[in-house]
C-alpha cells in the first residue's frame, strides 16, 4: 500500500492539474458527434480504452457496467431495429457503437471485487437496490468512458433513443444485464457538427449549502 501511495504522491507532484489543452480536449471542445469520418477503431485502442474505464469509481468497487463494442456488420445489424429513425445514420456510419449495459446480479462478483467485507446480502435479498445501484453506476462508468475516449484522441456521440427491450433481447437474452444508453465512438465529423447549444451557469444550476 505505501508503494501505490508513494506513486499516486511522485504523480501529484509531476502534474499538478491538466493545463487549459488538456481540459479543451476533455470538456470545452468535447462534442457530441453526428457524423463520422472512415477510419477504424482498432481493437487495441478499444482495449485501452477498457483500461482506463475500469478505475471509474463505483459504489462498494461493484462495476456493474458491461459493454458490448458493435463494430461488425452482423452486430450493425442486430442493433438497426432497436434505433429510434433519428439515430440510425449515426450509428450505421461510426466505426464503433457501444452499448453501455449494467448487471442486476454486479453483487456475485463482489467476493473479488470488495473481499475485505460480505456485502451481497445487501443486493442479493433486495433486487430494486440492486437495480438502482447497477443502473447509477453504470451510468458513472458510461461517462467515464466518454472521458477516457476523448483522453485518448476518439471523439464520442452518446445517444438514448433506442427500444431498451428490444436492445436487451438483440444482445443480452437469458442474462440479468440490461441496456443503459449507447455511445458511438470513433473519429467524428466537425463539418457535421452543429452550433454548442448554451449551458447553464452556476448560478443557475448551483448552490451552496
Not at 36 to 53: A, D, F, I, K, T
Not at 74 to 89: F, I, W
Request: charged share 25%; proline share 6%.
Amino acid at each position: 500500500m505505501s508503494s501505490i501511495l508513494e506513486t499516486a504522491e511522485n504523480l501529484k507532484r509531476e502534474l499538478e492539474a491538466l493545463d487549459e489543452k488538456g481540459l479543451d480536449l476533455l470538456f470545452r471542445n468535447g462534442r457530441s458527434h453526428n457524423g463520422w469520418q472512415p477510419h477504424e477503431v482498432s481493437g487495441r485502442l478499444l482495449r485501452r480504452l477498457w483500461e482506463l474505464v475500469r478505475y471509474a469509481p463505483t459504489a462498494v468497487n461493484g462495476m456493474p457496467a458491461r459493454l458490448v463494442f458493435v463494430t461488425t456488420p452482423d452486430g450493425k445489424k442486430r442493433l438497426e431495429p432497436c434505433l429510434s429513425p433519428g439515430n440510425v445514420e449515426k450509428v450505421m456510419s461510426a466505426p464503433v457503437t457501444v452499448i453501455i449495459g449494467y448487471d442486476i446480479a454486479f453483487w456475485q462478483h463482489l467476493p473479488k471485487l470488495f473481499p475485505h467485507a460480505d456485502v451481497r446480502e445487501m443486493f442479493s435479498e433486495n433486487f430494486e437496490v440492486a437495480e438502482l445501484t447497477a443502473f447509477r453506476n453504470s451510468s458513472l462508468q458510461g461517462a467515464w468512458l466518454m472521458l477516457a475516449a476523448r483522453a485518448l484522441g476518439l471523439d464520442c456521440g452518446p445517444m438514448s433513443g433506442f427500444d431498451g427491450e428490444r436492445l436487451d433481447q438483440a444482445f443480452f437474452a437469458g442474462t440479468t444485464i440490461r441496456s443503459n444508453f449507447l455511445c458511438n465512438v470513433g473519429y467524428g465529423d466537425p463539418s457535421k457538427l452543429y452550433p454548442r447549444l448554451p449551458r447553464l451557469s452556476f448560478e443557475e444550476a448551483c448552490a451552496f449549502a
